[in-house]
Structure formats: C-alpha cells, structure tokens
C-alpha cells in the first residue's frame, strides 16, 4: 500500500513537473491544434504519422536494450552447444553450460609462436571481433590467403576436451569463404593433431541443398577418421580440387565425386558436395589455411602426445 502511495506522489510530481516546462506546454498546444484539424488535412496526417514513427521507433530502441542480455545469451549457449556437437559430448536434454564447464576448457594460442597466451582471458575474448580491430588483427599476404578471409586475429580461441589429466579432443576454430559467404565452424582432431574428429560450420549463406550440405549430419560423418597432414608426398588427385601436399603439409581436402577408400591417398580426401565445386573448394582452401603455418601448425607441433606423427 505504501509502495503504492510512493509511485503515485512520483508521478504527481513528474506530471507538474511537465506542466511548468515550457517546451511541454507548447507541445501540447500543437497537438490540440493538430487534433482539431479534420481528417482530411494533410498537416494532420503528416503529425499523426510522424508521432506514430517516433513512437514506434522507441519502442524498438526499448526492446532492442532490454533484450540484448537474452540476445547474449543466447548466442554464448548457442555456441557451447555447437562446440559440444564437435567435440561429440552434445547430448539431448542436457544442461548446455553445465556440460560445457564441466567438459571443455577454453584456452588462447598466439598464432605465432603456437603458445598458449595467459595474459588475455578467454571466456571474454572474442576471435571474430578481434579480427576487426587493427590492433589485434595481422593482414594476410595475398599469395598465402588461400581462404580469401584477407585479415586474422593475431590469438586463436581453441577449446579443449579433457579427461583424467589428458587431452581427449582439440578443436579448433576455422573460416573462410564459399560461394556466397564466409563459412564460420570449428574442427576436432583428436590428441594427435592429426587425426579428424568431426566439423562443425555454425555460420553460413551457401545455397540450401548445394552448399549448404556443409551442415547435413550424413555429410560431416564422412570426416571421422580422416588425416590433416600428409604423411607421405601426395600427387595432385585425378578428381581433386586442389594441388598436391608434401610431407608434413596440409593434405586434407575435398574431392569431386565419391572417395574410393581402397586407393592410396583416400585417407585424405573427402566426398565433395554435388553441384557445390566453389563450395566445396572453400571448404579445402579453409582447411589447408587454418592447418598450415599461417593458422594452427605451430600450436599443433606443441600439443601432440603421439610420437611419430609428422608434422
């Protein structure tokens, strides 16, 4: 009851507070001339209209406030479940955040060096935002943009799955251009920095049902299993996309057609999307940046745990 006497005195106050201020009082003198006018006059249909536009507007200004926590939110947890997904710990009714603190741990590498960076915290460190800041962000040499992404963050968020001490999955966050879009996911590899685990693009515009099968379940279960690096030269591919890998480089890429798993070489190739070529070579071209020199292979060199792996 009291509460209710408090908000009435404050609107009192706010209400003869309007009725002394002199831009109010000519406010409502407009608007009583406005309101007197009929229905036909155009100064009238003009006022009403740009009143309603006003009105309008701040109400989207007001929501856009209020809800941009959700909004956050929203995207954090959206993220986390697309990181579970990759790593294969997504399951059905689980509490995402729980799962995600419990499973996964969020480290920063220095691109460079391949060094895990302490100083930065990466819960709040944001890779795509701090591929727009000059400050943060290192051009990328024409001849060696290859994802056509043309500037990178100079730190990486990775994410790794950890069970009993050990490494279990380590995945990676990898973009670069299609046919009509940058194509944002991430890759999981297992201990060995070698080996694929799953991928995941969260962020895309390629054509539905083209190359926008880079999110179909069936197609990215072709990857497990799959190798990164070429572990002997590899040839150009009679049916491939992309030119040939030395030992040691990035091999992994997308081929026209079906993969015959009985011929030397398949270990690193993946059936190519059907009438998606530019998508499916973004796809390549993404892979090979993020895995050469340029993205994670220094990181990688440091992370491995299994001996005789090349690099």
């Not at 001849?143 to 992404?149: F, G, L």
């Not at 030395?246 to 190739?269: C, M, R």
Request: net charge neutral.
């Amino acid at each position: 009851m009291l509460d209710k006497k408090m908000s009435c005195k404050h609107l009192e106050g706010i209400c003869a507070a309007l009725d002394k201020n002199e831009h109010y009082q000519k406010f409502k003198a407009y608007r009583d001339k406005v309101l007197a006018l009929g229905n036909d006059s155009l100064e009238k249909t003009i006022a009403i209209a740009v009143s309603l536009c006003l009105v309008c507007a701040v109400l989207v200004s007001f929501a856009a406030v209020a809800l941009k926590p959700l909004q956050v939110n929203n995207k954090e947890a959206d993220m986390k479940k697309n990181i579970l997904d990759v790593a294969g710990l997504l399951e059905e009714g689980a509490d995402i955040n729980a799962a995600f603190a419990e499973k996964i741990e969020a480290k920063i590498v220095d691109l460079e060096t391949g060094d895990y960076v302490e100083n930065i915290n990466a819960n709040e460190y944001d890779q795509r935002k701090a591929a727009k800041d000059p400050a943060q962000s290192v051009a990328i040499p024409k001849e060696k943009d290859i994802a056509h992404i043309r500037i990178k963050a100079k730190y990486a968020k990775v994410f790794l799955v950890k069970e009993g001490g050990s490494i279990k999955s380590i995945i990676l966050p990898v973009n670069g251009y299609g046919l009509w879009s940058t194509l944002y996911g991430f890759l999981s590899l297992d201990p060995d920095g070698q080996t694929v685990q799953s991928i995941n693009f969260y962020d895309q515009a390629e054509t539905p049902g083209l190359g926008g099968e880079v999110v179909n379940p069936n197609w990215r279960a072709l990857w497990k299993g799959k190798k990164v690096y070429a572990e002997t030269d590899q040839p150009s591919s009679e049916k491939g996309l992309i030119t040939e890998a030395d030992i040691g480089e990035p091999a992994l890429s997308l081929i026209k057609g079906v993969v015959d798993n009985t011929k030397p070489g398949s270990q690193y190739q993946v059936d190519g999307l059907a009438g998606a070529t530019l998508t499916s070579t973004g796809v390549t071209n993404l892979v090979r940046y993020w895995m050469s020199t340029e993205g994670f292979a220094p990181y990688l060199k440091k992370v491995r745990t299994v001996k005789g792996v090349k690099s």
